[in-house]
């Protein structure tokens, strides 16, 4: 499995950007999705996961109210549409996935679990000027 993220690019803030994020190959039943940033000098940090169904999600503080996560299992896909974007939100943004549908979604928001998550995508980069 591949995942690839688009639809980065530099915007003002304020503004808004929607990230794509598809995976080529079988994502089999039971897989969370996820979006992850890392800025310039910065560890990576959690954005957001979505469960398998997509009726469950779980945000980052940062981003709660602002960004929404979702997910179109016939197309392989997990979207992230950020908006009122600030320049904090400046980051190279990646996509990922693991097949442990079974734990608690915050869990994934702690390095010690997303370290270990099965895929990961290329990022795409979100730049916001104020």
């Known amino acids: 499995v591949q995942l690839q993220a688009s639809g980065g690019g530099s915007v003002q803030a304020g503004d808004s950007l929607r990230l794509s994020c598809t995976a080529s190959g079988r994502l089999f039943n039971g897989y969370i999705m996820s979006w992850f940033r890392q800025a310039p000098g910065k560890e990576r940090e959690f954005v957001s996961v979505?469960?398998?169904?997509?009726?469950?999600?779980y945000y980052a503080d940062s981003v709660k109210g602002r960004f929404t996560i979702s997910r179109d299992n016939a197309k392989n896909m997990v979207v992230l549409q950020m908006n009122r974007l600030k320049p904090e939100d400046t980051a190279v943004y990646y996509c990922?996935?693991?097949?442990?549908?079974?734990?608690?979604?915050?869990?994934?928001?702690?390095?010690?679990?997303?370290?270990?998550?099965?895929?990961w995508g290329k990022g795409t980069l979100v730049t916001v000027s104020s």
């Open positions: 979505i469960s398998w169904s997509g009726s469950s999600t």
């Open positions: 990922a996935a693991d097949q442990n549908g079974k734990i608690p979604l915050a869990w994934w928001s702690d390095p010690k679990y997303y370290h270990g998550m099965n895929y």
